[in-house]
């Protein structure tokens, strides 16, 4: 497959503030890419966008060019969930930086507890960032995407094709991120877009050690899972994979590969004979997830970012 040079290019990452979507931007920038930054906690933003702007002023410098070439890199405070903030925050990219080339919609959070256990409303709150901030993402960047000819890299997860207790609103918001890429890929294709999706299974990202910090018994269920989905991956090297795979235009990045495999075995990892295996072991944990949530006392991670609703964290 034919690599694109990200030189020059104009990539938007939502959920930019920390995990995979900082570090794919930074790994974005470090390929010639034009960044905007685009998520909540505005001071984290904000010293992402300087560090990037600091290193491509010297870059300049050591050139021979001028060391005060304007920023290539900017940053908006926005909630996927908004799709006014969103609109405000492309048209500020556009502006700034001239169109957009590539998007990567990764802003995502995870909720504590069980459908008996646990606040409904969290439910809502996952699938509404996971899955409709997506779609949002989309909507206010497809003008931009078309006419660039661009890509949309759509992050799904190892859990659009496979479940565990405690992740059913994430688990559910994953596999329609997955399949609302599929559809849009065909819808776009004829226009020159590429879309693709991104399933990652255990990142090295706040979101994961929060989890485990959070509820043990999640943490014991992860290390007994077989390979690979029991296996961890560096953010720096989660991040690099997605943007091997903007500059390919994939159609699908797995986090290891090996989780392609995962993929092509979803009637296995969803079907009767999993629910036995897995269904075996959740009639003692969930039990003591459930107790652990109750005790936790709040629906998010703690490095999950809050306003007056809750907001997403990547």
């Known amino acids: 497959m034919t690599s694109q040079s990200l030189a020059g290019k104009t990539v938007l990452v939502t959920g930019a503030a ?26 984290r933003l904000a010293a992402v966008a300087r560090d990037l702007n600091a290193g491509a002023r010297d870059l300049n410098a050591g050139a021979g060019a001028s060391a005060d070439a304007g920023d290539r890199h900017v940053w908006y405070e926005c909630d996927v969930t908004d799709q006014a903030s969103l609109e405000q925050a492309v048209r500020g990219t556009v502006e700034a930086l001239g169109g957009i080339d590539a998007v990567v919609a990764n802003a ?12 409904i409303e969290a439910f809502v709150r996952t699938v509404d960032v996971n899955l409709i901030g997506v779609m949002r993402t989309v909507g206010a960047t497809v003008e931009h995407v078309i006419a660039s000819r661009g890509y949309f890299l759509l992050v799904s997860s190892a859990a659009a094709f496979t479940v565990l207790p405690g992740m059913a609103a994430y688990c559910a918001s994953k596999a329609g991120v997955e399949q609302f890429g599929n559809a849009i890929r065909l819808e776009l294709a004829h226009r020159g877009v590429a879309v693709g999706t991104a399933h990652p299974v255990w990142i090295d990202t706040d979101m994961v050690r929060d989890a485990k910090d959070d509820l043990p018994e999640f943490g014991d269920t992860l290390r007994k899972l077989p390979w690979p989905l029991n296996t961890y991956t560096s953010v720096e090297a989660c991040a690099t994979a997605f943007v091997d795979g903007i500059e390919r235009r994939r159609r699908r990045i797995y986090v290891p590969r090996a989780i392609a495999a995962i993929q092509a075995l979803r009637t296995i990892t969803t079907g009767p004979i999993a629910d036995a295996i897995v269904g075996r072991a959740a009639r003692r944990s969930v039990p003591l997830m459930e107790e652990q949530v109750r005790k936790l006392g709040r629906a998010f991670g703690a490095h999950t970012a809050t306003s007056a609703t809750t907001r997403e964290r990547s």
């Open 108 to 119: 995502g959070v995870a909720n504590r507890g069980t459908i008996a256990v646990g606040d």
């Open 18 to 43: 920390r995990g995979i979507g900082e570090h794919t931007a930074r790994v974005a920038a470090a390929r010639g890419a034009r960044v905007a930054l685009v998520g909540l906690e505005p001071e």
